[in-house]
């Protein structure tokens, strides 16, 4: 089975910097996944990680290391928008390659 | 707007009710699924089907029935439902099944409130 941990709610401020993190216990590693939900709406898509390092894509990066099972997910210049529901799931061999959800993390974003 | 539709939006019903969710995808995508979402736990799989084939049953009960009539279509069959059904339930496409990669596009789900 697999084990995703990440912290249930954070609250930032608006302007700030927040990171959430996710770690998790597998075998057969094949990928993390980062999905945005506001309230009452879909998942969104934000990022995939498979390779160690840093991925950058505007406001948002995601970090990974493999060897370390851990994952973060970085916000700069935070906004009110970006409170929502942030979703880590992980991808392995051994669950037919469909990924398995973390309970996600509610971040709150204040003036 | 993801692409994935879901009716209804909202659906009340009781336990010796008979109902179906729809989930649709316009993008023309080879596998669909359907999730359970419940307050403080994680997205819980249900059912996948790849190619109109189900491929994955991860141990729902035989009150939950799923079908899929062709590859944008997805039904999920709901019988004699229990009160801790209650949760929100969404819908996912994504182009392939295989490989790991591949993103996963939501629908908004239809929230259920069982009686």
């Known amino acids: 089975g697999q084990n995703i941990d990440q912290p249930t709610e954070m609250t930032a401020t608006e302007g700030a910097i927040v990171q959430i993190n996710c770690t998790y216990q597998t075998s057969g590693f094949n990928g993390l996944f980062w999905y945005q939900q506001h309230a009452g709406e879909a998942p969104t898509f934000l990022s995939y990680n498979v390779l160690d390092g840093l991925e950058e894509k505007g406001r948002f990066s995601s970090f990974l290391s493999r060897s370390k099972g851990y994952s973060y997910l970085l916000l700069k210049e935070l906004q009110m928008k970006d409170s929502a529901s942030y979703l880590c799931?992980?991808?392995?061999?051994?669950?037919?390659?469909?990924?398995?959800f973390g309970r996600g993390t509610s971040l709150i974003v204040h003036p | 707007e993801t692409g994935v539709t879901q009716t209804p939006r909202h659906l009340v019903m009781g336990m010796t009710n008979k109902k179906s969710l729809k989930c649709e995808q316009h993008l023309g995508h080879n596998a669909m699924y359907w999730y359970k979402q419940s307050a403080k736990k994680p997205l819980e799989l249900m059912f996948v089907y790849s190619l109109e084939e189900r491929v994955e049953n991860n141990s729902v009960p035989s009150r939950f029935s799923p079908e899929c009539p062709n590859s944008s279509h997805l039904f999920l069959h709901l019988h004699t439902l229990q009160p801790e059904d209650s949760a929100l339930y969404l819908c996912?496409?994504?182009?392939?099944?295989?490989?790991?990669?591949?993103?996963?596009?939501f629908g908004p789900g239809t929230r259920l409130l069982v009686l």
């Open positions: 996912a496409s994504s182009q392939e099944l295989a490989g790991g990669q591949e993103t996963q596009y």
């Open positions: 799931a992980v991808v392995t061999s051994g669950g037919s390659y469909i990924p398995t």
